[in-house]
């Protein structure tokens, strides 16, 4: 599990990349790491805009256009992973 200084590190990369994009698709390789109803991730997150990626402890914050939260927790492997169709930020063994 990453210490403070690790996420806090990841919080300050994902805003250079995220402020101002929109979620046009979401990816997850497990069902238990992203268990939420489709309809509702049509609703909420696709096409919202990202306003703010903030934490609380250990907890990552994306703050959506929808006035609704993307919340995210590193869990063991520490890992979060952005990719666009010119660049990609984490995860260094990530296609």
Known sequence: MPELP???TIIRGL?????????LSVE???PKSFPNNLTDVDKFLINSKIIAVTRRGK????DLSTEYSLIIHLKMTGQLIYRDQKQ????????
Request: proline share 4%; no cysteine.
């Open 88 to 95: 990609r930020f984490g995860g260094p063994s990530y296609r």
């Open 59 to 62: 907890v990552i914050i994306i």
């Open 15 to 23: 805003n250079k990349f995220l402020i101002g994009k929109r979620f």
């Open 6 to 8: 690790e996420v806090e």
């Open 28 to 30: 997850f390789d497990n």
